[in-house]
């Protein structure tokens, strides 16, 4: 079968197509229900292979265009959707001039002619937010659908190519292109009360049995090459160190264009705030900023901090510096490189001070690492490390978007990982030494935090997981 062959198909089945999409509307539905998950409301959308508009309008796009190889499916689309745009256009010949913040390929993947080459034509239409969402059949669901197809419960399609996940991702990495996150979904993919929640809202997401899942979501960028200095916030939430303070600055080397340091005092029982004062007024050379906390809480604190910080780059550094100052340097390397656009520390790879963490702490650090890594889609070693490192534009679009998952997060460290996630933020982790506080000790409770850690990450699975 040629490429011509398979435009003649796409031209002669059009209104047959959209029949068949009204008979499965409820696997569209689903499909539209994870799209609008992953791509906020308000975006500039691309769709390449359209078809009838269905899931493009389903996203609710600020400015929303499909494209089709097929003039037939286009004019169905534009009829359906008045107020979206829809034009002929082959992505592999792709004439297109716009840039989006999103492109959809919908189970495009199966019938693209030559798929590396599509892929290359969407890197200059990707501006350096834009990601690429492509959703494609499971493999191993080949035998079902052609089965399917052949009893008539499916319409027939042309010879289909069957990518894997592993072949998707080599593909975009050819192209330059980065893997952000990956999701399973859809075990059911036809409407039976009651069993339809089950299969579809649990069942599918569950870890391992979630691999037969019927539809694979991946979503990926293109980082930018090069360099890009940034000015940087360094925020030091303090209650209780009064001596570590001046080591924080001391021992913090000098990186970025420039540094902005951020006391946050949180109602300490010792002396913390005068000597975060007298620290202040024996570093003029430095900008450092004193603020008192208003609330409770780490969250509260570095929250509280943020919205003061001018900093092109926000950075968390806790003042019991078990994170070594010294250590900084790479994960402002990591961010301006664009490595990630979520940088977060790990400190369960290198041999650890022998105080630094309890038995207990490293296994629960290990279990929410693995539970992390399932629920986001992207690979977490170390949750609760407290550095974390983004921009300040991206922290300001977390903040924007928090009411989706509530103030649930006292902490701090899910609010923000869980925030990156929705906005599908590349999150890489820098590997760092873990010392022994040299100050004070651990104001972490094992038990009870450890509880209540646990009680908001099964909070955030109903929100960002277990969704149908």
Not at 189 to 199: C, E, G, K, R
Not at 259 to 267: A, D, S, Y
Not at 392 to 408: L, P, S, T, V, W
Request: charged fraction near 25%.
């Amino acid at each position: 079968m040629t490429k011509s062959d398979i435009l003649y198909f796409y031209r002669t089945t059009a209104v047959e197509r959209e029949a068949w999409n009204r008979r499965n509307s409820f696997y569209h539905r689903l499909l539209g229900r994870y799209f609008s998950f992953i791509i906020p409301e308000g975006a500039r959308v691309l769709e390449v292979g359209c078809g009838s508009g269905d899931l493009l309008n389903a996203v609710r796009p600020g400015y929303g265009l499909g494209i089709d190889f097929a003039a037939e499916v286009v004019e169905i689309a534009a009829g359906k959707y008045p107020h979206l745009h829809f034009r002929v256009d082959d992505v592999e010949e792709l004439q297109l001039d716009e840039a989006f913040d999103y492109i959809i390929l919908s189970d495009l993947t199966s019938c693209l002619w030559d798929v590396q080459r599509a892929i290359r034509n969407l890197r200059r239409i990707c501006l350096p937010h834009t990601r690429i969402v492509i959703s494609q059949y499971n493999y191993m669901w080949e035998p079902v659908i052609k089965l399917l197809e052949a009893v008539g419960l499916k319409q027939k399609a042309p010879t289909s190519n069957w990518f894997s996940i592993k072949d998707t991702e080599g593909l975009l990495l050819l192209e330059g292109f980065q893997s952000v996150r990956l999701e399973k979904k859809v075990f059911l993919p036809v409407y039976i009360p009651l069993l339809h929640s089950f299969f579809n809202g649990f069942l599918a997401n569950l870890p391992g049995i979630c691999r037969l899942g019927l539809v694979n979501i991946h979503v990926s960028r293109l980082p930018l090459d090069g360099e890009r200095p940034a000015s940087v916030s360094i925020v030091i939430p303090a209650r209780n160190e009064a001596g570590n303070i001046e080591s924080a600055i001391r021992r913090t080397p000098c990186f970025g264009t420039h540094q902005e340091f951020i006391f946050v005092e949180g109602g300490s029982s010792d002396d913390t705030y005068e000597e975060i004062l007298r620290v202040r007024d024996a570093w003029p050379s430095k900008d450092i900023k004193v603020i008192r906390q208003t609330g409770k809480g780490k969250g509260n604190a570095v929250r509280e901090a943020f919205d003061v910080a001018t900093g092109d780059i926000l950075m968390i550094l806790d003042a019991d510096l078990t994170m070594p100052p010294e250590e900084l340097p790479k994960f402002y390397d990591a961010l301006c490189r664009n490595k990630g656009e979520f940088i977060n520390g790990c400190r369960l790879v290198y041999p650890m001070e022998k105080n630094a963490m309890r038995f207990l702490n490293l296994m629960a650090n290990k279990f929410f690492g693995w539970f992390f890594s399932y629920l986001l889609g992207q690979r977490l070693k170390d949750t609760l490390c407290g550095t974390k490192v983004l921009f300040r534009r991206d922290y300001e679009a977390i903040k924007a978007n928090r009411a989706y998952f509530g103030d649930f997060d006292p902490f701090g460290d899910f609010d923000l990982l869980f925030g990156a996630a929705k906005l599908n933020l590349k999150i890489v982790e820098v590997i760092i030494r873990y010392k022994d506080r040299e100050y004070g000790s651990t104001q972490i409770s094992r038990f009870r935090h450890g509880l209540l850690l646990l009680k908001m990450s099964f909070f955030a699975a109903r929100k960002i997981k277990y969704i149908i």
